[in-house]
């Protein structure tokens, strides 16, 4: 994991890299729990659970399907809302599969990342693509 550490600043880190690993799955959790905690006002338990599944979600995404060999995340703190952003080097954007209720594939974080988030943007390009998701504060 590499994490942005900007001199200039006293605010929580909002930007780190993880090599696409499965541990980069709960390290970004981790990273997303701190940043809520220096946050304040403080989210409430169900917003804060919302931005951290989400945070899950796009990664595990990332890491499983996405080309590249890492994957950014980016967490902002607006007003009224938390932007998770995944940033990873494949231009295809995130595609919706039919959920596996065997348990084997999975497919259940896509609808479940939209259906969290006000809304939800992919933007691609020749460098790969970022998803962004921006929740309620509570």
């Given at each position: 994991m590499r994490t942005d550490h900007s001199p200039h600043s006293v605010k929580p880190l909002d930007r780190t890299v993880f090599d696409k690993r499965t541990e980069a799955v709960p390290r970004a959790r981790e990273f997303a729990r701190a940043f809520l905690n220096g946050l304040r006002p403080a989210l409430d338990e169900q917003a804060a659970a919302s931005v951290e599944l989400t945070v899950s979600e796009l990664i595990t995404n990332s890491v499983r399907h996405a080309r590249?060999?890492?994957c950014s995340l980016r967490l902002v703190?607006?007003?009224d809302a938390v932007t998770v952003a995944v940033t990873d080097a494949d231009p295809r954007p995130p595609r919706e599969r039919t959920p596996d209720l065997a348990g084997g594939t999975g497919g259940f974080?896509?609808?479940?990342?939209?259906?969290l988030a006000r809304?939800?943007?992919v933007s691609t390009g020749p460098q790969g693509k970022t998803v962004r998701?921006?929740?309620p504060r509570g």
């Amino acid at each position: 994991m590499r994490t942005d550490h900007s001199p200039h600043s006293v605010k929580p880190l909002d930007r780190t890299v993880f090599d696409k690993r499965t541990e980069a799955v709960p390290r970004a959790r981790e990273f997303a729990r701190a940043f809520l905690n220096g946050l304040r006002p403080a989210l409430d338990e169900q917003a804060a659970a919302s931005v951290e599944l989400t945070v899950s979600e796009l990664i595990t995404n990332s890491v499983r399907h996405a080309r590249g060999e890492s994957c950014s995340l980016r967490l902002v703190a607006h007003q009224d809302a938390v932007t998770v952003a995944v940033t990873d080097a494949d231009p295809r954007p995130p595609r919706e599969r039919t959920p596996d209720l065997a348990g084997g594939t999975g497919g259940f974080g896509w609808p479940m990342v939209r259906s969290l988030a006000r809304e939800v943007h992919v933007s691609t390009g020749p460098q790969g693509k970022t998803v962004r998701a921006d929740l309620p504060r509570g």
